[in-house]
């Protein structure tokens, strides 16, 4: 009998020990099937608006694909000859995307322009889902609606995320950075610091993040705890140390971002790095627009003060918006950390009125019991289905405009073809070579990725070359051959200053057009015009 008792008492000891151990799991298990059904959502969208068209959405992901590619057929570190008046030239070049570049090895596979569609919008969804998570960690409630708000809350926005750049896990990286701040895991920003600087030169922004974070907690704490400053600033000053292109990392890094901080406008370098006119941000992002507001307001109706992850937010708004009315490309942070930014306002309010409606005297009737205390997720869930579709339809359309894929595939080839190895070609757009690089890795080029890597190499050559791309030089093969030393020229049909100074010089000859673009070899015998009087550029003087 006293054994049996025994036996009972034991069972019942054990009770309290099992059952935590139970519920936990299966809340493990739910947030675990939660999560995957929130990220296959966001896989399916992305990928729906990927493959509404072959093309891809950019230049640029052609050229991170096909580097993916050399890095797993040729080396981790291969050697960079393409560009070679450039400061990407083969003695200082630097994969300032060297992660980034790793992460699409996976992807390089078969096709690598399906590879690299595919690619976007894994790496998209991912980031996606680290704000997910950032929410679900903070207790947000319905932190999986207001995770799929992220689709819906900037056309512009979905449309950066559908490229096959470092942006997306750059986002990630961020993401990651402030629930690390939020939770006070303060080491891990060294490794995200240091991680950042090998996956994209944006790594100040993770300072920056650490920096309003610190003035936030600051404020509202009233303590000043510069730990957050400190791991990071020692991770990122880790990762440009110990780094493989050092020290031309941190050269790159200097001359390519400093330029776009004090004269965005002195070099043409793509419409990306200007600013949106306020009609077009208010036609591609009113969402985000709206959350911003909304997130104010709810600040008024909380009655409470305002607690450090929402300072924090409301801060990281600002030094996003101050960027974006700076340069288009920051829609990639905006739109988002606007979303984080209202899930964490309006927070306090949902758990206020969830408290009253608990605390009413209807509170005794089942359906209000069950229905009423949802009424924010009915809210959301409203807001959210049309705002998901016209976001759709806007970025499928969008998407949809981008340039052939095979733009350059036919005087590519020819090139390949019909030139000796490294024969250089100059180029009338510097935002061609993306697309050559992707077809042919035979020749070498004149300019590529941005003007300014030309420009920062040999301005006087860079000034040539915008000379003769623009028509105003007269028999521009005298130039291109003596001062760049190209022997053939690629050209779209739209440079019609430069097609007619080309007609007229018997140095350039015609060896190759389609719909898309002409070839031109150069005579490098024929040097009509020239002079040494009074040299400029590389010691000639061009004639205009």
């Known amino acids: 009998m006293q054994n049996i008792l025994h036996q009972r008492q034991t069972r019942h000891s054990l009770f309290p020990r099992i059952l935590p151990i139970q519920k936990s799991s299966t809340q493990a298990i739910r947030s675990l099937l939660m999560g995957l059904t929130v990220w296959a959502v966001f896989v399916l969208f992305m990928a729906l608006i990927q493959f509404s068209t072959p093309d891809m959405p950019d230049n640029d992901g052609f050229y991170h694909i096909k580097l993916a590619y050399l890095m797993r057929t040729e080396g981790l570190k291969p050697d960079f000859p393409w560009l070679p008046l450039t400061i990407l030239n083969p ?48 207790r947000i409630p319905y932190a999986s609606l207001w995770s799929l708000g992220l689709l819906a809350v900037s056309e512009a926005f979905i449309f950066r995320m559908s490229i096959t750049r470092a942006q997306s896990l750059s986002l990630a990286v961020l993401a990651l950075g402030l629930n690390g701040l939020l939770e006070r895991k303060y080491r891990c920003l060294f490794i995200l610091g240091f ?21 936030a907690s600051g404020w509202i704490e009233r303590r000043l705890d510069l730990r957050p400053l400190l791991y990071t600033g020692a991770g990122i000053a880790a990762g440009l140390i110990i780094n493989p ?74 030094l996003f918006g101050f960027m974006l009315f700076q340069s288009r490309r920051f829609i990639e942070y905006f739109p988002p950390f606007v979303l984080i930014f209202a899930a964490f306002a309006w927070s306090p309010v949902i758990a206020n009125f969830r408290e009253r409606i608990s605390r009413s005297e209807w509170k005794s009737l089942p359906w209000i019991r069950r229905t009423v205390p949802h009424l924010p997720a009915v809210v959301l869930t409203v807001i959210l289905i049309p705002a998901l579709w016209m976001t759709f339809q806007a970025s499928s359309i969008t998407i949809q405009h981008s340039k052939p894929y095979t ?54 050559l860079y000034d040539a070359w915008v000379q003769i791309t623009q028509g105003e030089i007269r028999q521009p093969s005298i130039a291109i051959a003596s001062i760049f030393g ?58 205009k």
């Open 407 to 460: 733009l350059y595939a036919g005087a590519a080839a020819w090139l390949e073809a019909n030139t000796y190895a490294d024969a250089r070609v100059f180029q009338t757009d510097w935002d061609d070579f993306p697309r050559l690089f992707y077809y042919n890795t035979h020749n070498t080029y004149l300019v590529g990725l941005d003007p300014t890597y030309l420009q920062l190499y040999d301005a006087s």
């Open 91 to 138: 003695r200082e070049f630097y994969d300032h995307h060297l992660l980034f570049h790793l992460a699409l090895i996976p992807f390089t596979f078969g096709d690598l322009r399906m590879g690299a569609k595919w690619a976007s919008v894994i790496f998209a969804s991912l980031a996606f889902l680290s704000i997910e998570r950032l929410l679900r960690s903070q």
């Open 195 to 215: 991680l950042y600087v090998w996956l994209y030169n944006a790594f100040p922004l993770l300072l920056g993040l650490a920096g309003v974070y610190v003035v």
């Open 486 to 543: 190209a022997q053939y020229v690629v050209t779209d049909l739209q440079h019609e200053g430069f097609l007619r100074q080309a007609a007229g010089d018997p140095g350039l000859v015609k060896v190759y057009r389609d719909a898309e673009a002409v070839v031109f070899e150069v005579d490098s015998i024929s040097n009509y015009g020239t002079t040494r009087t009074n040299p400029t550029i590389s010691g000639w003087t061009l004639q």
């Open 245 to 318: 292109y050092l020290p031309y990392n941190i050269v790159f890094a200097y001359q390519h971002i400093l330029p776009k901080l004090v004269e965005t406008t002195a070099v043409n370098v793509g419409s990306e790095w200007y600013p949106y006119d306020t009609s077009q941000l208010m036609a591609n992002s009113p969402l985000a627009l709206l959350a911003w507001i909304t997130g104010a307001v709810a600040l008024g109706l909380s009655g409470r003060r305002m607690d450090v992850r929402t300072a924090a937010s409301f801060g990281l708004v600002c």
